[in-house]
């Protein structure tokens, strides 16, 4: 059986819209839409009709695709990665074609004296996570040291990489927003 409410709210969750702005286009209220999600109330054909229009659907649609087919667990099988001899590190892609989605998390292994490529300023967010080693990472002309345990995260409104000038390899999870690497 499907759970309409929990469908609808899925289907207007990745359209980006509120709860009121599906109300305003659908002329219901925003207590009813918020009733209908949680299966607190039910739809006539015709309000569920509407909905559904304003989700850029119809009613066929909305109850023959029950399922998604969206790939959520990965293995090491379905990673990539990528070595970079010249500066002594590595990417290894932890979600494949991630360039579709929002964000980009990667798996950087550095080298003694190694660093990944400049990255120049671009829309967005990074983060980071050392799980091991220690890094520095280079933001413009800042010099901010990281241990295993430390995390970073900024706007790359500047060139940035990391260095590792450690005699051990650094691992760090790095995750961008939008996709960049």
Known sequence: MIDIGAKIKT??????LTQEELAARTELSKGFISQLERN????SIATLADILEALGTDLAA?????????????TPDDMFEKSDDELGSSICWLVPNA??????????SIGPGGSTAEDDPHEGEEFGYVLSGS????IGSRKLKLRKGDSFCFKPIETHYIINPAKREA???WVSTPPSF
């Open 135 to 138: 890094v520095t990472l280079i």
């Open 11 to 16: 289907t207007r969750l990745k359209l980006g």
């Open 99 to 108: 360039q579709k989605n929002e964000l980009e998390p990667i798996l950087v």
């Open 62 to 74: 909305f109850f023959t695709s029950t399922e998604t087919n969206e790939k959520v667990v990965f």
């Open 40 to 43: 607190l109330t039910s739809p």
């Open 171 to 173: 691992k760090v999870i």
